[in-house]
């Protein structure tokens, strides 16, 4: 009998996602669950940066994240179908700077059994912006969660 039948996970294309996407595929295939992607732009960055970012236009800067959004959830949703998986994907645009809030949110209105992230996405000013998710969710979240270590791939060994 499967225990998860709705399995979300988290990505932002990091190489800790890559070691993450194939946990949730595994998972979704024995379980025989379905996976949904999502991946969260955090809108409110630009808050972060105050006079950093100043110089690019804000339509610019929202463009340019959603179409980087974008491409992560086509690769790994290409790639969770190569696997033979049936995959619904969401961008989700957070404009208060609480990605963790949306993704609990997500994960609740879809209804996922499972939520899957990995200890650490981006590196350097986007892990700065973004802190501990994985820590976050735990803490917040209200469901079972699957936390995969992202330096099974090297990703946190000080590579860049």
């Keep these: ?3 998860y039948q709705r399995i979300l996970m988290a990505t932002d294309g990091s190489p800790g996602s890559a ?18 992607l999502i991946t969260v732009v955090d809108e409110a960055i630009g808050s972060y940066m105050g006079g950093e970012l100043a110089w690019i236009d804000p339509a610019t800067l929202r463009s340019n994240l959603l ?3 974008r491409q992560v959830l086509e690769r790994a949703a290409a790639h969770a179908r190569a696997g033979g998986l049936e995959v619904e994907t969401e961008l989700i645009e957070a404009t208060d700077g609480h990605v963790g809030r949306a993704i609990i949110s997500a994960a609740n209105d879809w209804p996922a059994d499972l939520l899957v992230v990995s200890t ?25 969660i699957l936390v995969v270590p992202a330096d099974e791939t090297g990703a946190d060994k000080g590579t860049p």
């Design 120 to 144: 650490h996405g981006r590196h350097g000013l986007a892990r700065l912006v973004l802190g501990s998710m994985a820590e976050t969710l735990v803490r917040w979240g209200n469901l079972p």
């Design 1 to 3: 009998m499967a225990i």
């Design 67 to 69: 179409e980087g959004a």
């Design 19 to 36: 070691a993450t996407l194939a946990h949730a595929e595994a998972l979704a295939t024995n379980q025989g669950a379905k996976l949904k």
